[in-house]
Each structure stands twice: as C-alpha cells, then as structure tokens.
C-alpha cells in the first residue's frame, strides 16, 4: 500500500462524512460500507470511501441517519 493512501478510524470516518459513529456501525452491519479490520478496530480507506460514496447516490447517508 503506498503511504500516501489515507487510512480513517472509525471516529475520522464519522466526522468526514458527517454522521454519527452508530451509523458507520449500522452499514458495516450491513455489509454495506467498504471497510477492513485490524484486530477488534475498523479501518477505512479514504479513496475506496469516496468511490463508494460516488456508486451510492444522494441520500444513502440520510436514510441511515433517520433509521
């Protein structure tokens, strides 16, 4: 992996995308959010994370944060 590649916490996830930590938690549930684990810790690529943003269309987000 070059170093360049951006690597998010589950907290820095949750403020880059402005939602609540409970919501990556619920997607990756799902198996709906790109992600991989180090142990017990999740960890998020930052381009795979735009990308997957890209694929998912407005509102994705939204719905997640009103359930």
Same mark, same amino acid.
């Given at each position: 992996? =070059?170093?360049?590649?951006? !690597? *998010?916490?589950?907290? $820095?996830? %949750? $403020?880059?995308?402005?939602?609540? +930590?409970?919501?990556?938690? +619920?997607?990756?549930?799902?198996?709906? *959010? =790109?992600?991989?684990?180090? /142990?017990? @810790?999740? +960890?998020?690529?930052?381009? !795979?994370? @735009? &990308?997957? +943003? *890209?694929?998912?269309? =407005? /509102? !994705? *987000? $939204? $719905? &997640? %944060? %009103? &359930?």
């Amino acid at each position: 992996m =070059p170093s360049s590649t951006k !690597v *998010l916490t589950v907290n $820095e996830l %949750a $403020e880059y995308l402005r939602v609540h +930590r409970s919501t990556i938690y +619920r997607l990756l549930k799902k198996g709906q *959010l =790109p992600g991989f684990k180090i /142990g017990s @810790d999740w +960890r998020f690529n930052v381009e !795979v994370i @735009d &990308e997957w +943003r *890209l694929r998912q269309g =407005p /509102g !994705v *987000l $939204e $719905e &997640e %944060a %009103a &359930e």
